[in-house]
């Protein structure tokens, strides 16, 4: 039985259908993409997985995470598999995180949860800053939010959500906010803390190339739908929908555009 599995997925605000009929399968140590424009209905996939779904929102189908019913859960039943089963980093870490708590009490948290104390707590949270590749443990334990820069504050995001050590994490465009150089090391840490824990991820993005540094297939949605599904690789050489060339095309005139600005 897959890690996960989404059957027939379908998110409804009142009438309106926002995803329509998902369906895709994740076994333990597999990376899957949710590629589509703003709106397409891949993050919200993401919230279903959850059970996060915003207010007025509802779920149809089956979402089956580690064994686990989501749709139609209860919020007991939700709780307990939230950050064991799975866990969210979310695009923006400066609104993810509590600016009124520093960093390392935001890491403690979910520890503190699975019953660590004292000098285990400390040496827990200690831990997760290198495996986030962030040194000078006492001085990032002790900063708020606000006094780190983007690319930290992604990084503790990613150490909260591995504290539960979660068999799947959830990433929902954890680059979009970052420059470039440090879009590269944050995927490159995603990749890397992967493959040490064996853990799957949905990785969701706009754009496939970033999509292919983390994953091996990619669903790609467009207006809650998919409309088209395989191995990224593939799909970056030979797209089959007019979409996924459309996407593809766009990204590569954005980083020509780019490279163009940083050349002049």
Do not use: C
Not at 127 to 143: C, H, K, P
Request: net charge negative; proline share 4%.
């Amino acid at each position: 039985m897959s890690l996960l599995s989404v059957s027939d997925l379908t998110i409804r605000a009142d009438e309106k259908i926002l995803v329509d009929r998902l369906s895709f399968d994740l076994d333990e140590g597999e990376r899957i993409g949710l590629i589509g424009e703003s709106g397409s209905g891949k993050s919200l996939t993401t919230l279903a997985i959850m059970g996060l779904l915003p207010p007025g929102l509802t779920a149809e189908g089956s979402i089956v995470l580690d064994g686990t019913e989501i749709v139609g859960a209860r919020e007991r039943t939700l709780n307990r598999i939230r950050g064991r089963a799975a866990a969210p980093v979310f695009q923006e870490p400066r609104t993810a995180l509590d600016p009124l708590m520093r960093v390392g009490a935001q890491i403690a948290e979910p520890l503190r949860r699975r019953g660590a104390r004292g000098s285990a707590l400390k040496r827990a949270v200690g831990d997760l800053l290198a495996q986030v590749a962030l040194a000078d443990e006492n001085r990032i334990s002790r900063a708020f939010p606000h006094e780190l820069s983007g690319g930290q504050r992604q990084r503790i995001a990613i150490a909260i959500a591995l504290a539960a050590e979660p068999k799947v994490l959830l990433a929902d465009e954890p680059t979009t906010a970052l420059d470039v150089s440090v879009q590269a090391e944050v995927l490159a840490l995603i990749d890397e803390i992967a493959t040490a824990r064996e853990m799957s991820v949905v990785f969701v993005s706009h754009d496939l190339a970033v999509v292919s540094q983390v994953a091996s297939r990619a669903l790609v949605m467009r207006r809650g739908e998919v409309v088209e599904r395989g191995e990224v690789g593939a799909m970056l050489a030979f797209p089959q929908h007019d979409y996924t060339a459309g996407l593809i095309a766009s990204a590569k005139r954005f980083e020509d555009a780019l490279e163009r600005r940083m050349g002049s």
